[in-house]
């Protein structure tokens, strides 16, 4: 398979790169696909792989199956894995595993250390990145304290509709309980009131987005702080 050209991948870290830096880990970078609910890093065990992903979704949860709440997510903006890698923590409590479908490039562990050793400016990105996935986290746990389930959700559909194409995402009221930490039959409702009010259209296994501003509206100013952050960070605007 012919190596990934910074030129074509779609993951904004790394187009964010310098050229130099992108050549560095560009020999080790492998394409995958990814399925909707697989484990990509599993909890309290070194993390040996490292994935930028390049479409689809990543989720991270804390907690165990009956009991997980999503606490942060990847999409073509990151790289799944970064903190504990860049930070030496060897590992990490939670799970990440594969909210919707997708394509990621993977990097082995040592090669990828080796590459951020070998350059200041690509360590001080990638630690630019692990500060917004940082701020992600703060500003769920701001939402789940001081937002209602309708401001949860709005912040979530937000987030989600950033990191695909189109306004469609595939996912279920099953799904979407277990990631707000909701009965269903209140993601159900809200999925609703939402729909009533014209801010989405709710599909079986699908919502379509219908307008962005009137789900921002209220979110409470939850949404758009980490997304801010990267843009001035990673990518200078």
């Not at 939402?194 to 921002?216: H, Q, T, W």
Request: proline fraction near 5%; charged fraction near 25%.
């Amino acid at each position: 398979m012919p190596q990934p050209q910074q030129a074509n991948v779609r993951n904004r870290l790394l187009r964010a790169m310098a050229p130099e830096d992108f050549a560095r880990l560009q020999p080790h970078l492998e394409t995958m696909a990814v399925q909707m609910r697989e484990p990509m890093i599993a909890p309290d065990r070194p993390v040996e792989e490292l994935f930028f992903v390049e479409s689809g979704i990543v989720s991270i949860t804390t907690g165990h199956d009956e009991s997980r709440i999503e606490v942060g997510m990847v999409g073509r903006e990151g790289l799944v894995g970064a903190a504990p890698v860049l930070l030496h923590a060897d590992r990490t409590p939670h799970l990440h595993f594969v909210q919707v479908s997708g394509e990621v490039l993977s990097i082995g562990r040592e090669p990828f250390c080796d590459a951020v050793e070998a350059s200041a400016a690509l360590r001080r990105l990638l630690l630019r990145y692990v500060h917004t996935v940082m701020i992600q986290a703060a500003q769920t746990a701001h939402a789940h304290a001081a937002l209602g389930l309708e401001g949860r959700l709005a912040r979530w559909l937000l987030m989600c509709h950033d990191r695909v194409d189109g306004d469609e995402l595939t996912l279920t009221h099953e799904f979407l309980s277990m990631m707000l930490g909701v009965q269903r039959a209140g993601v159900t409702l809200t999925l609703q009131n939402l729909e009533g009010a014209g801010r989405i259209r709710a599909k079986r296994r699908r919502i379509e987005v219908l307008d962005r501003e009137k789900l921002r509206a209220l979110t409470n100013g939850s949404y758009g702080v980490p997304e801010a952050e990267y843009a001035r960070l990673i990518e200078g605007r």
